[in-house]
Structure formats: C-alpha cells, structure tokens
C-alpha cells in the first residue's frame, strides 16, 4: 500500500534533476503547472498542447499525440508526462502502457506538493487523507508504478488483482481511521475557535503564493512562515492584529487556493477552511504582480462562493505592488475590484494604511448606546468594556448609566435593548 512517505511519482527526485515533459490544453495553465512541479523539486522540460475538442475516453489524447510525445521522451530523456487535467483512473493506466513511463495528473502534483509542506499534526492528517482518497480507485495504476520500482518488468504477470483487492480494504480501513482522527482534531479546533468568540476576525484568503502569510507578519508584527513557494502555509495561524481594541482583532491566514483544486484536498481541510466562515471580514489578497492576476482573483471568488462565504464582508487587497511598475497596469489591476487597496507587504506605510482600512470597517459597524445597567449585572459591565468603547460612565440610583461606542451585532448578542433608556 503506498504510504506518506512514498512518492506518487516513484523513481524521481526532488532535486530538480528528474526531468518530465507537460501535456495540457492552455499555456497559461502549463506555465503554472511548471511553477508547481518546480516548487515539487521536479524540472519541467518540454510541453505539448492538446485540443480539447479531441478528447480520447480511454487514453484522453489520440494516438497521433502519443507519437508525439514518445518521440520527445527520447529527445529529452524524460523520466515522466504530468498530464494538466484530471485523469480517470482507465486512463491513467492506459497512458502508461502506451507511453512505459510513469504518469501523473494535476491532482496528483498538487497532493503530493501538500504531502511535502504538511507539517502539523492537522495538516498531515488532512493531507494523508487526501491522498488515500485519491490513490484508492487508482490503485491498480500505481501498482504498475510500485512493480517497476521494485524490479519488475513492464510485461512481468505483476502482483495480481488478489493483491490490489487486500490494498483496496486496507486503504478504506486507513482512511476511515483517518477520519475518525480528523474528528478528534475537529473537536479540538472547534474549543479554539471557541475561545475566539469574544474577538474579530480577519481571514486573509486568496490565490496560492499571493503573499498572504507575508501580510499577516507585516500586520502582526508576527514570523509566520513565508515563502515564495506555492502552498508554503498549510495550516490556519491566528496573530493579534489590534489587542487594545475592544473587542480585540485578530487575523487569521489560510491554506492558499488554485485553480481546480482537487475535492478531496477541499473536502479535508474542511475544518481549516471553517476558520473562513467563522471569520467576521476577509481580506481576499491578490497578486498584483502576477500576469493571471485576475483570473486567480476569480478562482478565490468562486471558492467563496463554494464556501458558502461570498456575501461575507470583504475587502479586496491588491500585493505585491511594490513589483508593478507600469502605471497602465496598475489602472487595470484596480478594474479588478473596485475600491480595493493597492500595497506592498514589505512597506511600512502601504500596511499601515491597510490597517487603518481595516479598523474603519469595524468602526463603521458600531452603533451608540444609551443604557442603564443595574448593579446587580456586573457581568454586563465587563462585557461593555470587553466589546464596546466607554464614552460615558456615569452612577446612579438604580444603577450605572452608559454612553457606549459597540458593534450592533455584538450590543444584539448582549441583549443591550434590554437596558436601553
């Protein structure tokens, strides 16, 4: 049974010397499908494009692309084809017979680069499963990989259809133990977000390697881990972004988002991606230097709406900026989303000016309140200066009387109108 250690590409390495060639439909998808086997430590050296009006059931390309491609594996001495689309299971065995060479899908890449990055207990559950659910109804696929791994010859009888039958169960056992850890640690995230209740959110959401993690440290004065990889942060990280206010603020980034991100990764980080539904606004961060940069935007917009999250207030930020340089295109990066704000996370006054943004939406939700709080509810009263802002306290005969500044959602949670004058 291929276990997390295993690569679904067995036989190269991840030092970028294993050397695969491209099939797929668009350019610009192959351009990012080079920057994710690149970030996989895998180097791309050749392309092939396909239409996608001559689509094959069984092996999704015609026999004159299989030439085709056969011929530059010999030229190039490719040691695989990563096909950018999803492949049913048929075809991927298929492909591999006709071209004897490993192959992998979109998929396949994006599974096996969260298998890399993953490095908390969460993530590596979640990912784990993510792969077993990919892998089962492949595994007659990857036992051709396995055998030729192992010393077998592509013609050899193979290991049977006895042995992918004991795989197949013991993968169901493994992911229904996963789940059932996944439930554990559900749990557990569930207190976390629980102990936030009393404070706002911020969710930074978007594209994957659109800076997000970079903006939370330059916001939160914070070391997250950052890098200019794609999927370099897995799992959700909370950082203070204004303790003094009240209620306190919070930021929290996110697993990054791309195009045909596979379901089953979607499905597993579930409880991650509740930290965006749990959030009270979110920050949809945009590579502004990034030649796709509106098309990524859609992506994020759709997996907003597929997060049942679209109608939650947001504010579009427009990174990266700092890598623009044309005034023409900065003009059209701001038709994206209009009233986005334009920075650079690695200056000072383009983030404090995000910051100030992001205090004015809260301050733009808060209502004044003129209340009369016996004195028998003190717990009240810490919950005015837990959430509200103190603008008149005065005492008197039936209790304390307030002048105060609160966000209406939290004066409706308090049940303000109760006491109010």
């Known amino acids: 049974m291929l276990e997390?250690?295993?690569?679904?590409?067995?036989?190269?390495?991840?030092?970028?010397?294993?050397?695969?060639?491209c099939v797929g439909l668009e350019e610009d998808s192959l351009n990012e499908l080079d920057r994710l086997l690149t970030t996989l430590g895998v180097?791309?050296?050749?392309?092939?494009?396909?239409?996608?009006?001559?689509?094959?059931?069984?092996?999704?390309?015609?026999?004159?692309?299989?030439?085709?491609?056969?011929?530059l594996i010999e030229e190039l001495s490719a040691k695989a084809v990563i096909f950018d689309v999803e492949l049913s299971p048929n075809q991927l065995r298929n492909i591999e017979k006709e071209l004897k060479l490993a192959?992998?899908?979109?998929?396949?890449?994006?599974?096996?680069?969260?298998?890399?990055?993953?490095?908390?207990?969460?993530?590596?559950?979640?990912?784990?499963?993510?792969?077993?659910?990919?892998?089962?109804?492949?595994?007659?696929?990857?036992?051709?990989?396995?055998?030729?791994?192992?010393?077998?010859?592509?013609?050899?009888?193979?290991?049977g259809e006895k042995q992918v039958e004991v795989d197949r169960r013991l993968v169901k056992n493994r992911i229904s133990t996963l789940r059932?850890?996944?439930?554990?640690?559900?749990?557990?995230?569930?207190?976390?977000?629980?102990?936030?209740?009393?404070?706002?959110?911020?969710?930074?959401?978007?594209?994957?390697?659109?800076?997000?993690?970079?903006l939370l440290n330059a916001l939160t004065q914070s070391h997250v881990r950052a890098e200019d990889k794609l999927f370099a942060t897995l799992d959700a990280s909370v950082r203070a972004l204004n303790p003094d206010s009240n209620p306190p603020l919070v930021a929290i980034d996110t697993v990054g988002f791309i195009n045909r991100l596979p379901p089953s990764l979607v499905a597993s980080f579930r409880s991650t991606l509740e930290e965006v539904k749990?959030?009270?606004?979110?920050?949809?961060?945009?590579?502004?230097?990034?030649?796709?940069?509106?098309?990524?935007?859609?992506?994020?917009?759709?997996?907003?709406?597929?997060?049942?999250?679209?109608?939650?207030?947001?504010?579009?930020?427009?990174?990266?900026?700092?890598?623009?340089?044309?005034?023409?295109?900065?003009?059209?990066?701001?038709?994206?989303?209009?009233?986005?704000?334009?920075?650079?996370?690695?200056?000072?006054?383009?983030?404090?000016?995000l910051r100030e943004v992001i205090m004015t939406h809260f301050e733009q939700k808060m209502e004044t309140w003129e209340i009369l709080v016996p004195y028998s509810k003190s717990k009240l009263e810490n919950h005015l200066y837990s959430h509200g802002r103190i603008e008149v306290k005065r005492h008197m005969e039936k209790g304390t009387f307030y002048r105060i500044k609160i966000d209406g959602g939290w004066a409706r949670k308090l049940q303000l109108e109760k006491f109010k004058l």
Not at 189 to 208: E, H, I, M, P, S
């Open 4 to 21: 997390n250690t295993e690569s679904l590409l067995p036989g190269l390495s991840h030092d970028g010397q294993s050397r695969v060639i």
């Open 278 to 353: 749990d959030a009270d606004l979110l920050l949809h961060v945009v590579d502004a230097s990034h030649s796709q940069a509106r098309e990524q935007w859609e992506v994020t917009e759709k997996v907003l709406e597929e997060l049942e999250v679209h109608d939650k207030p947001r504010i579009t930020v427009l990174n990266k900026m700092d890598q623009v340089s044309s005034a023409g295109v900065r003009n059209q990066l701001r038709l994206i989303a209009p009233g986005s704000v334009a920075v650079s996370a690695f200056r000072d006054e383009d983030v404090k000016r």
């Open 180 to 214: 059932e850890r996944l439930r554990s640690i559900e749990k557990e995230r569930n207190v976390q977000r629980a102990g936030r209740k009393d404070v706002l959110k911020v969710a930074l959401v978007g594209y994957t390697n659109a800076g997000k993690s970079t």
């Open 103 to 159: 192959i992998l899908d979109r998929p396949g890449v994006i599974i096996e680069i969260f298998s890399q990055h993953a490095r908390t207990r969460e993530s590596k559950t979640q990912v784990a499963l993510a792969r077993l659910q990919y892998l089962l109804p492949r595994l007659s696929h990857f036992w051709t990989h396995f055998e030729r791994q192992r010393g077998g010859s592509t013609g050899s009888r193979g290991m």
């Open 43 to 71: 180097e791309p050296v050749g392309r092939i494009l396909i239409a996608s009006k001559r689509i094959n059931p069984a092996t999704y390309i015609g026999k004159g692309k299989i030439e085709e491609i056969q011929k």
